[in-house]
Each structure stands twice: as structure tokens, then as C-alpha cells.
């Protein structure tokens, strides 16, 4: 009753404040005219407050601050926005007459709330002059540490690296960014690996035909590395998971960027993009052009044996040219129907040209190093594609929190063609041309790909403390390829068909699958998630041309059935909010792709050839791991220790031909066994407000038998390796960030050898001026050293090799940031009722 009492006594306090400011006014009025305007106030929006948020110690402008007007005693909002970038706001078409509250917040700042009034005619339209923000120290520490924590993220569950904040990569592709990340490794082709593994590329959680060379990094958010991922995704996940995160546009209002660069080597790259967000829809435009030109060189040394005596030598040395350029275009726009359904409508457009012309100069000798001829040959190659994907989502929401439904399909389409001309020129030592030559090859091929995945997920929080996920996907390919090589014949003066080198091909691959994980916690707060994964697998491959086919289908029957299941169980605990250990164990496939199975040649030069197995049998994979995750201070410690164990592992395996003993073939087969363990160490740390490093140690060991290959007795191959990468960032005066980027990584076994030790350093600069204009430039490769190889030996020969995917260079780029934040961008001005509400008992004047 007190409290009913104290609050009428408040209202009717206010009420009488404001008939006695409404009542000078109203005497002044003509009758008529007063009349007229209380008949007309309810049908007119008129009302508008504006002022300036500013820091109260610097009483410089709160860029962005949110700036919202509730009624006078109710939460319900009226109206909102975020102030400009000097602070200015206005709110607008408001009610003629009322009372309110005005909340005013920022993140690093207490929240400011004031009553305001608008009392007609001559308060309708108020400055609320410069309004003042205090900071809140508490909140600004949490904050530095927090955005210094957010360049590296870690967890016992997957790496989170934000592409923003590496300033090597502007400009760039993800394969630049891919070679920061910790514990990821980056070959001369182009290719990623984890742990030794080869990834599966996704996209926003999808996989994808697209390369990490397709992806500008000035469109990725964030890249997330799953090294045992759950039984949501694909059982073939053996080497990890790499997705990456393209950005999306969640702040109301507008806003875009636009960027050049140029660098060495005719580097060349232009981006734009715009993003609109007005309820209820979000929509975003992306268009990235890149163009480059790598100069390259290689070689390949090898020495042939019999007997443990030399035959003879073989030296080449490669040097390469390459012209790359690609075009990148993106389009997404999300309609919410409602608070809880949302439609998706997204699509991607790359396109992409590669002309390379390689030089090859080559010698042989005699087993007494005796030169017995030489040559060169010239490789001519013209190559493009196409690839566009669309994708459908419909995500619907439920009051339970946490509940949610997703229904996903995706299409991807591509087309590629390529052209080579290869010419080989055969000198004697006194360098006349060897009968036969020159020998003239050309190849032209094309492919045709379709991809169709629906999938759907469900996630249902049984409780506070317990999950259900379960999901059902579809997954189906199509490939039409052909491969037209033909030989120059003297005797006919023209080209005629090699069809052993030409092959015409159709793939169709369908996976479908089936997972239900369940998450909870039990005793002692340790949590653990338990699925299973069920996936049918159908593969075929045809040979058009020499009616040949390969296919396999698993189950085939139910003595196979173990074959299509995939268990995973994770145990976590957290030892208050700093520690916290995880155990994982998954079981996963490798299956046969058709290039490793199809017995045709599919490369050759004049010391090899490649070939497929059709005896490949798929490859299980044990996988297993140990984290522990350390958070302090100045940053964090991740440690994992990890082991995997292969049954009949896919391995590649080379051995002489049995016609000529010269000539080696290059094929697939099933090892013995494999086994990969190590310990992984990686530290993220702030020695002080203006340096920090990040610091990755991958120390492993490696078992690999070769099974039996071509008749010949089993090898066994083992050792230690290590590798590891350092970023350095520092806070230069003037507003400056320098960046150093650091790798190496120590030999390791392979089969019948081991790698070349590979290292590279990149210097980056960065300065941004006025919140609009960023300026980067980048030194990439600074002592020119990034070169990949390998060194094999076997009883037959002896052979090390090497090569670049690209050479040092320079980098600049400009970016210009636009936008406007605000909650409604196309707003109509003077509408009729654009913003009115039923102001019935809700005008700050009932109680």
C-alpha cells in the first residue's frame, strides 16, 4: 500500500508540472487555433529530440553510440539509432506531446538515462545540447584485454584465426592467409595440410569446390581449424577441417568498402562491397578482382641404380612463368519473415584464367658422369573456369532458447578448360637435334560439374545442461571430363591421337548420411558428447571411350555394415574459468577418389608416369586427442598431444617399370599401417600494451610401411619432425602496426625419403587514418627462401627435387571504409503515421 501510495503521489506530481507548462501556452493561443491542434496532435509525428554524445574527460565524439527513446514509464521502445561519427543524433517523428526517457550507451562507457518532454508548441523540436558519457574503467579493461585476445582465438575444439587482423595477407587470398595459422602447412602446389593431413576446404560451414586461391582474404571474417571434427560433418573429415567464414553484414544501416592494391610482378587487385541492412531484409554485394604473374624456378636430380651400381644421371632445371588473374563476385540477401524464420538467398560467381609456360633443360651422363645428350622442352598451358553456387537456407527459431531448426541446400555448378603444347628438343653433345625430334605433343580437356547437398539440422536443448542434435544430409556429383591428347607424326605431317594419354570420363559420387549427437554433463561438471554418424556410399566411374568402369558401394551387405559407421565421444572439464582439458576419439574413412583407382596413364614425361590402382581398398582412420587450454592474463597456452592410427592406408608409391628400368611409375597403394603421434604447443602473449606475439611448436613422430608395391618387398619408414611458426605485432607512434610473420619446418619422413626443410619470413606495416582510410604494405618472402622439395631413395634410384609456387614481393593497398548506422535508413520523412504508435495510456501521462 506504501508503494501504491508513493507512486500515485509521483504521477500526480508530474501530471500538475505538466498542465502548469501547458497553460501559458494555451492562454496565449487564439481559441480556434488551439482547438485545431489538440483535434489535429494525435494524427502528427512532429516531435524530435537531437543533441552530441561525447567522451566527458576528452569531450571528443562517441562514434556509433546507441541511442534510444522509451516511454516515460514503460520500456517499450519509440524510437533509435546510433549517433554519427561526431557524435551527432536525431530522433525524429516523434509524438506531438508526452514524456520520455532517453538511454544513451557505449561499450566502455556507464549508460546514461535521462526524462525528457516534448510540450507543444514551442518545445516540440529540442537540442539536448552535448551529452556526456563516462567512462567505465572496468568495462574498458575487460575490453583492451578482450580485442587483444581476438586476433588468435583458442580452444579445445577448434583454432579461430581472424583474417582482419593479419595485416600480411591484405589484398591476398586465403592461401595467404592459411600459411599464418598455426599448426596449418602450405605446399608448393597450393595445397593445405593439417598435421601432416590433407584438409577438407569448407565455406560458412559448407564444403566447396572452390580453392583457397579462389577466396579474396578481404572477404573472410574469420577461419576456423577443426583438427577431429564431430559427427556433424562428413565422415572423410580425416585430416580436419578448414572453413572458412566470409562476412556478413549484421548492423542496421549501411556499409561497404572499397579497395585497390598493386605490387611487384604485376600485382593487381580491386575490391567493392556494399551491405544493407533495413528490416526485414539484410542484403550484401561483393566484387574482388586479383592478377599476379609468378616467376619460378625448380629441379630435379636423380640418379639411376642396378645393383647398387650408377647407370646414369639425370639433371633438370625448371623455370616457370605464370599468369593468374580471377574474378570474384558475391550476392546474399536474408528475409525475416518473423522474429523466429528466417530465408536465405545467396549466390557466388568466380572466374578464373592461367597461362604458364614452363622451360625445361635437361642433360644425361653416363654412369662415369660422361655427357651422353641434353635438351629442353618447352610447356605451354592455357587454362580457365567458371564456378557459381547458390545456396537456399531456411533457419527457423523456437521460444525455447537454444532450439533451432535448418534446412540447407546448396548447388554448385563448374566449368573448366585447359590447353597444352608441349615440345621436346633432343640434342646430341654437340648439340645437333637427335633423330625424332622435335617431338610435339598437345592436350586439350574440359570439365563439366554439378553438386547438389540438402541438408538438415536440429538442435533441441533437452535441459539446461543437456543437448540433442541430430541431422540427415544428401550429397550428390556429377563429373563430365575429357582429356584429348595427341602426338605430332613427321611421316604424316600432322597430329594424330595418343589413346592411351586420352581418356573421356563420367563420375557420379553420392553420399548419403545420418548423425545423432547427444551433449550433457555428469559427474564432477565433466562434460561429454557422444554421436554416431551412418553414411551409404555409391562411386562409379566410367571410361566412355574404352568402355571401362570402376564403382563401389558401401554397405554392400551387412558384413560390411561396420564400414558405414562412425563413432565419436568427447570428454571436456574446466577447472574454474582459466583451465580446461578435453579428450576426443573419432573413427573416420578415406575412400578411393577415381584418379587414384582408374588404371590409365594420366601424366608422363620421360622418367615418369602416373597411373591408378583398382585394387585401392578405402583407408579407416583412427583419430584421437588431448588438449589442455590455459588461460592467464597476457594470454594463452594450448597444448595438444594427438595420434592417429591408419588401417590400410593410401599412400603413394613409385617403382620401375618393367619395360624400361629408367622410367618410374608413379600409383597408389594400400600400406600396412600408419601411425602419426606428436605434441602440439601453441602461446599466444602480451609482453606489453604494444607487443604481442603468437608462437606455434608442432613436434611429431611418423611410422609408415609401404605393403607390398609391384612385387617388391615391404619398406618401413619412421622418424621425428618438427615445425613452427612466430607472428610478432607491435604498436609503432603515428598510429602504425608493424607485423612479422615467421615459419619453419624441419624435414620429415615420407616413403622412401623425406622432405626438404622449408622457412620464410613476411614484413607487414599498417596504419589507418580517420576511422575511413586504411594503408597497408606488405614485403612477402624477405629473403626469397619459400621452396618446397623432396629426396627419395630406393634400390633402384636416388632423387631430390624442388620447387616454388611463387618468389618474393611487394604489396601495397588502400581500402576506404563508408557507412551509416542507423536502425532505419528508409525511413519516409512526413508520412502519415511513418512512425506513429497508439499512444492510448501510453504517452508518459497515465497512471
Known amino acids: 500500500m506504501t508503494q501504491l501510495l508513493s507512486s500515485m503521489k509521483k504521477n500526480i506530481l508530474f501530471l500538475i508540472l505538466v498542465l502548469f507548462a501547458y497553460s501559458p501556452a494555451f492562454s496565449q493561443m487564439p481559441q480556434g487555433n488551439m482547438q485545431s491542434m489538440m483535434k489535429n496532435a494525435k494524427n502528427m509525428n512532429i516531435g524530435r529530440f537531437y543533441g552530441k554524445v561525447i567522451d566527458a574527460k576528452t569531450k571528443k565524439p562517441v562514434e556509433y553510440a546507441s541511442v534510444v527513446l522509451l516511454w516515460f514509464n514503460k520500456d517499450s521502445l519509440i524510437a533509435g539509432g546510433l549517433a554519427k561519427e561526431n557524435g551527432d543524433f536525431s530522433l525524429d517523428q516523434l509524438p506531438p506531446y508526452g514524456g520520455y526517457r532517453l538511454r544513451i550507451s557505449f561499450i566502455g562507457y556507464k549508460n546514461y538515462e535521462a526524462k525528457v518532454y516534448i510540450v507543444p508548441p514551442n518545445k516540440i523540436e529540442q537540442d539536448l545540447g552535448d551529452i556526456k558519457l563516462e567512462p567505465d574503467e572496468k568495462v574498458l579493461k575487460e575490453v583492451e584485454v578482450s580485442a587483444e585476445k581476438s586476433t588468435f582465438v583458442m580452444s579445445v575444439d577448434r583454432k579461430v584465426y581472424n583474417v582482419d587482423k593479419d595485416l600480411s595477407v591484405k589484398g591476398g587470398t586465403a592461401l595467404d592467409a592459411l600459411k599464418n595459422i598455426p599448426t596449418v602447412s602450405v605446399d608448393a602446389e597450393g595445397n593445405a595440410t593439417l598435421r601432416e593431413s590433407a ?12 580453392t583457397l586461391q579462389q577466396i579474396p582474404s578481404d572477404q573472410i ?10 559427427v556433424k560433418f562428413e565422415a572423410n573429415t580425416t585430416g580436419g577441417i578448414i572453413n572458412v567464414v566470409l562476412k556478413k553484414n549484421n548492423k542496421p544501416g549501411y556499409n561497404g568498402m572499397l579497395m585497390g592494391n598493386i605490387g611487384t610482378s604485376d600485382r593487381y587487385g580491386a575490391m567493392g562491397n556494399i551491405n544493407i541492412k533495413e528490416n526485414p531484409f539484410n ?11 609468378n616467376n619460378t624456378n625448380g629441379y630435379t636430380n636423380r640418379i639411376d641404380l642396378y645393383n647398387d651400381t650408377i647407370i646414369d644421371y639425370f639433371n633438370q632445371n625448371n623455370q616457370s612463368l605464370m599468369r593468374n588473374q580471377f574474378h570474384f563476385g558475391r550476392l546474399s540477401v536474408d528475409y525475416n519473415i518473423n522474429n523466429r524464420n528466417t530465408i536465405t538467398v545467396a549466390g557466388n560467381l568466380v572466374k578464373g584464367e592461367f597461362n604458364t609456360s614452363d622451360v625445361q633443360d635437361y642433360e644425361y651422363l653416363s654412369g662415369t658422369k660422361v655427357p651422353v645428350m641434353g635438351g629442353y622442352r618447352i610447356n605451354d598451358s592455357k587454362a580457365g573456369f ?6 537456399l537456407m531456411y533457419r527457423k527459431t523456437y521460444p525455447k532458447v537454444g532450439k533451432e ?4 541446400l546448396n548447388n554448385n555448378t563448374s566449368n573448366s578448360g585447359n590447353q597444352y603444347q608441349f615440345n621436346s628438343y633432343d640434342k646430341d653433345t654437340a648439340g645437333n637435334d637427335m633423330p625424332f625430334s622435335p617431338i610435339l605433343q598437345k592436350n586439350k580437356g574440359g570439365t563439366d560439374a554439378s553438386q547438389w547437398i540438402l541438408q538438415v539440422d536440429y538442435v533441441n536443448p533437452i535441459s539446461e545442461t543437456k543437448k540433442l542434435e541430430m541431422g540427415l544430409r544428401g550429397f550428390y556429383k556429377k563429373t563430365n571430363s575429357y582429356n584429348n591428347t595427341s602426338n605430332y607424326n613427321p611421316i604424316i605431317n600432322d597430329f594424330e591421337r595418343d589413346t592411351i594419354m586420352s581418356n ?6 553420392m553420399v548419403n548420411a545420418a548423425y545423432i549427437n547427444y551433449i550433457s554433463k555428469t559427474f564432477w561438471d565433466i562434460g561429454y558428447q557422444v554421436g554416431l554418424r551412418f553414411e551409404q556410399t555409391y562411386f562409379k566411374g566410367t571410361l566412355t571411350d574404352k568402355k571401362r568402369s570402376f564403382e563401389y558401394i558401401y554397405p554392400g551387405s551387412l558384413n560390411t555394415l561396420q564400414n558405414s559407421l562412425f563413432p565419436a565421444i568427447y570428454l571436456s572439464k574446466k577447472f574454474g574459468t582459466k583451465h580446461e582439458v578435453q579428450f576426443n576419439v573419432s573413427r573416420k574413412i578415406e575412400r578411393p577418389n577415381f584418379f587414384q583407382a582408374m588404371p590409365f596413364i594420366m601424366f608422363a614425361d620421360k622418367k615418369n608416369y602416373r597411373i591408378g590402382n583398382p585394387e585401392l581398398r578405402p583407408e579407416f582412420i583412427n583419430i584421437a586427442e588431448v588438449n589442455y587450454n590455459n588461460v592467464f592474463e597476457k594470454g594463452n597456452w594450448l597444448v595438444s598431444a594427438y595420434g592417429r592410427y591408419s588401417e590400410q592406408p593410401i599412400t603413394n608409391a613409385a617403382y620401375p617399370s618393367d619395360a624400361d628400368s629408367t622410367v618410374l611409375v608413379n600409383t597408389f597403394v594400400n600400406g600396412d599401417n600408419s601411425l602419426r603421434y606428436g605434441m602440439e604447443n601453441t602461446m599466444r602473449y602480451t609482453f606489453f600494451k604494444k607487443l604481442t606475439a603468437t608462437a606455434n611448436v608442432d613436434v611429431f613422430y611418423v611410422y609408415l610401411t609401404s605393403g607390398i608395391i609391384n612385387n617388391q618387398p615391404s619398406t618401413v619408414t619412421e622418424g621425428w619432425s618438427y615445425k613452427g611458426k612466430l607472428t610478432l605485432s607491435y604498436q609503432l607512434p603515428w598510429q602504425l602496426t608493424a607485423q612479422v610473420n615467421g615459419t619453419y619446418e624441419a624435414p620429415k619422413v615420407i616413403i622412401n625419403g623425406r622432405t626438404l626443410d622449408y622457412y620464410f619470413m613476411d614484413i607487414s606495416l599498417n596504419k589507418m587514418v580517420s576511422t575511413k582510410w586504411v594503408f597497408n604494405a606488405t614485403l612477402s618472402d624477405v629473403f626469397n627462401t619459400k621452396r618446397m622439395g623432396t629426396s627419395l631413395q630406393t634400390d633402384y634410384f636416388s632423387q631430390d627435387l624442388s620447387r616454388r609456387r611463387e618468389t618474393r614481393f611487394v604489396r601495397l593497398s588502400v581500402t576506404y571504409l563508408f557507412g551509416k548506422f542507423d536502425s532505419s535508413i528508409f525511413k519516409m520523412r512526413g508520412k502519415k503515421g511513418g512512425n506513429n504508435q497508439d499512444m492510448n495510456g501510453q504517452d508518459g501521462l497515465s497512471f
Open 199 to 210: 584438409v577438407r576446404i569448407y565455406v560458412d560451414g559448407k564444403p566447396t569446390t572452390l
Open 283 to 293: 542484403f550484401s554485394l561483393m566484387y574482388n578482382y586479383n592478377s599476379g604473374i
Open 405 to 408: 531448426l535448418t534446412i540447407d
Open 221 to 230: 571474417e574469420r577461419i576456423e581449424v577443426i583438427s577431429n571434427p564431430s
Open 386 to 391: 567458371v564456378n557459381v553456387t547458390s545456396q
Open 504 to 509: 573421356n570420363y563420367v563420375i557420379d559420387d
